[in-house]
DNA sequence: CGGCATCCTCTGGGATACTG
DNA sequence: CAGTATCCCAGAGGATGCCG
């Protein structure tokens, strides 16, 4: 392994980083809504798909296989004519839904606020000139 | 306003949504380690420049911008001959600290797991031929 | 010192078409 | 049906230079 850099205080410059890790993962568009999608047991990537809302196959696949490659889901080939690909949460998946449950309730709870605040930001800038 | 589409069971390919937002904010490189930054109080621009690691002056006014507009830190200015800026979270902002911390402690307690899973995954995809 | 303007690069996300 | 290969675009992130 490389030289490991100071850890600091625990933040993330560095991308060995727990912290980057995770947030690199949960950033990302898509990933939060598949595990969504996958909470209440495996499904196929046909059904994913449509589950997850308007996603291009390419992008879905390739964020399968980021989450697979994290442990977070496994990938299973069902060897069929009509090929048939399962994915299910891991147990390593399963216990992200903690975490994202708390920040999904912290949203829900403090939308209005930010949404309040945006309203008043922006209002102070739209009509710069006059008009107040 | 345009029509608020269907809600559903609170998820994110709407923008609307407040996953989506709080999402969109902590997924970005900056804001999270801005907020940690800013736990112990305020501090001018400099100083969190300094703090957070290097981040270019532009994007940390970008990310201080977008946060100060949905209402997580306040912005100072003190009118003196050489500016001073001072940034300071909000009790909005201050309350985002739980949720990231849940996050950053799974992370920490998980990232064995993860950097496992990954060594595992790249190591069946290496030597995609033979040497095994 | 703080921050805006400009320019540039890199990559996440996506549309499309083709293969096993 | 699942996945790959291409091509494409927009935007985040960043470097540099100038201004109040």
Redesign the interface.
Known sequence: MVTKSTPD?????DPDC??R???DR???KWT??VI?ALQDGPLRFSVLRVRV??VAAKVLTQTLRAM????LLTRTVHAQVPPRVDYELTD?GA??T??IQ???????T??S??L???E???AALDPPLDAR
């Open positions: 205080r625990g933040d993330a410059f727990p912290t890790v995770v947030l949960i950033g990302d939060v809504l969504g809302g308007g697979e490659r994290d442990g390593l216990s992200l903690g975490p708390t920040l999904t309730d912290w949203a829900e403090h939308l606020q930010i309040g605040a945006r008043t930001y922006d």
